[in-house]
RNA sequence: GGCGCUAUCGUCUAGGGGUUAGGACGGAAGAUUCUCAAUCUUCAAACCCGGGUUCGAUUCCCGGUAGCGCUACCA
């Protein structure tokens, strides 16, 4: 007999509220490719009121570890999405063998006492077509019985159907209209020798059992769903809808991998870069998926409202970074770094603040929130990635500026000696000015003229001795949250360096 | 090898039987500002190839090519 837990699964799933889930499975860290597919599942569960459901798919006993199960969570956290429900599969192994056994019982399974293969070294290349082991679709049941009550181990595979009128079809929002002969599936394995269930068993039992009513996923997953409808069939559960996401690639066309191409493929590195979780989502979400109306930068509540299935592309999308990279920057998706910082200008100052504030400290800066707020602002159009404003604003924090040429003091045409003038004028008028924009404006513009000097000339050499270098934010503001004492002190360091 | 999927600027994409094939990133040039950044303007840059169908195909059909995926007792 069936057993009725998995048989009774069979409702309308199209007319309820619509249940997503994200299946990784943990044999490594979270890959950007599985971060999308998290991202499309929760957008589509969002959009339609519907339930989140994150399912570790964790069958594969020899390559799962605790550390990427951790790992995966540490990416979601910053992802910072949330969902509603949590499996484990290694949880449910009663379940999948009842679903296992409920198919042999139906006849559409049987047993495989060939040995394993032992070498999967040649996985590619020519191989040639493998649909079954001789003599085991055939065996009687008797036999098998029989064999099996004597120990002998065995897998057990789905019993495919041969006939070649045979078609096993489905419908995919993404890709439409999908048909495979039978005939072309081989007859996989449910359950290996020793009693596990495999990814195809598992994944569609627990489907039905979660009563999961869409499947978002990669596109490698695309021929594999025959098999999956085969499974729900014998299962006597409704199909779930399916959308096939079109897959990540590297900059040469290959899948996206560890091995080949680094921590690129990690979602922490983004993290640890400086990404803004929300810039990320963004960018993401545009790999494949487009809104049609030339919007590109958009926030989550944006996206949770504009996203639909329909917008979903079929072509394979490139993540376009340089793997090896003179800077951080330069790695990632010059797409991605534009969006990051376009989400930074669209923050608050006070958010930002908060933002930047644990990482200037945790370079070893002692900066109040006070002192952050007032930064920030300065900084925040010259800063792509979080991690710029060690860079952008040291001068800030820093008590001793780090070394620099004295010929940056020198302003355009100008020499040694104009920058010497305009330094000792700028002490002199710096000492007696209030350390406000508007005073400085005035003051220095002034001393300018006295010396004949355009304001450039007389703003260069004293941005190079406040800030150390020439590129800087604007003179006035940066000095107004220097203070005198810091700005006469680096004036006369560098009136001291031109000698 | 078999089966499946895909093909628009360098990249992400919009579009679709008749368009100057649109946008964005990146690139180049210019404007602007005290430098940088931001902003603005301008420029270069694409329909894989070959056959059909059609008055007309980048668009529809077929074939080719290329890429990707699946072809495990991996997921």
Redesign the pocket.
């Known amino acids: 007999m069936p057993d009725p837990s998995i048989a009774l699964k069979k409702e309308d799933l199209s007319s309820s509220a619509p249940r997503v889930r994200f ?3 943990p ?1 490594g860290f979270l890959h950007v490719g599985s971060a999308r597919t998290f991202i499309f599942n929760w957008l589509y569960a969002r959009s339609k009121a519907g339930t989140m459901v994150l399912r570790l ?4 006993v ?2 799962n570890t605790e550390a990427s199960v951790q790992s995966i969570f540490e990416g979601l956290k910053w992802v910072n999405l949330g969902w509603d429900e949590e499996y484990k ?1 290694s949880d449910r192994l009663d379940l999948h063998q009842k679903a296992a056994w409920a198919i042999f019982e139906r006849g559409l399974a049987y047993r ?6 032992t070498g ?1 070294a040649e ?9 079954f082991n001789p003599g085991m679709r055939e065996l009687s049941r008797e036999e098998s019985d029989r064999r099996a009550a004597a120990g002998e ?3 057990l ?1 789905f019993l495919v159907p041969r006939q070649s009128v045979d078609e096993i079809r489905f419908t995919d929002a993404v ?7 039978a005939s ?3 007859d ?2 449910l ?4 009693g ?5 068993l ?2 569609c039992a627990d489907d039905a059992d979660l009563r999961i009513t869409h499947i978002i996923r990669g ?6 769903t025959f ?1 999956h409808v085969l499974i729900f069939n014998a299962l006597a559960a409704q199909l779930p809808s399916f959308a096939h996401l ?2 990540l ?1 590297a ?5 996206l991998s560890k091995r080949r191409h680094g921590p690129i493929v990690s979602v922490t590195s983004y993290r640890d870069a400086g990404f803004l979780a929300a810039a990320f989502i963004n960018f993401l979400c ?5 809104p ?3 919007r ?1 930068q958009m926030s989550l509540a944006e996206l949770q409202e504009l996203f639909t299935l329909e ?1 979903i ?8 970074f340089k793997e090896p990279a003179p800077t951080p920057e330069e790695m990632f ?3 991605a ?3 990051n ?2 989400h930074i ?1 669209a923050l608050p100052v006070e958010e930002l603040g908060a933002r930047l504030l644990p990482i200037v400290r945790g370079a070893g800066h002692n900066l109040t929130e006070a002192q952050m707020l007032r930064i920030t602002p300065l900084i925040r ?4 990635l979080l991690r710029d404003v060690l860079t952008a604003a040291d001068f800030f924090f820093l008590d001793q500026l780090p070394q620099y040429d004295p010929a940056e003091l020198i302003p355009q045409k100008g020499d040694a000696a104009m920058a010497g003038k305009v330094l000792e004028k700028a002490r002199s008028v710096l000492a007696g000015v209030e350390f406000k924009h508007d005073p400085l ?1 005035q003051a220095l513009r002034t001393a300018a003229q006295e010396l004949g000097l ?3 000339q007389m ?2 050499p004293i ?1 190079v001795a406040a800030c150390g270098r ?9 000095l107004e949250v220097l203070g005198r004492e810091k700005t006469l002190q680096r004036i006369d360091s560098a009136i001291a360096k031109l000698q």
Not at 191 to 194: A, C, E, H, K
Not at 251 to 255: E, I
């Open positions: 299946a990784p499975s044999t798919d964790d069958t594969d020899k390559r599969q495989d006492f060939t040995p394993a293969h999967d996985k590619s290349g020519a191989q040639g077509t493998w649909l181990p065995f897998a595979r890709y439409g209209e999908q048909r495979k002969l072309d599936v081989e996989f394995a359950l290996r020798s020793d596990m269930p495999t990814y195809h598992a994944s596109q490698d997953h695309l021929s594999n098999k079109p897959l690639v900059p040469d066309g290959t899948k545009l790999l494949g998926w487009s049609k109306n030339d590109e917008g592309n079929r072509a394979n999308a490139v993540v376009n998706d010059p797409k770094v534009w969006l910082a376009e200008r159009e010259r800063i792509k404006d355009k304001a450039g703003f260069q941005r020439k590129n800087a934010p604007p003179l006035f503001e940066t």
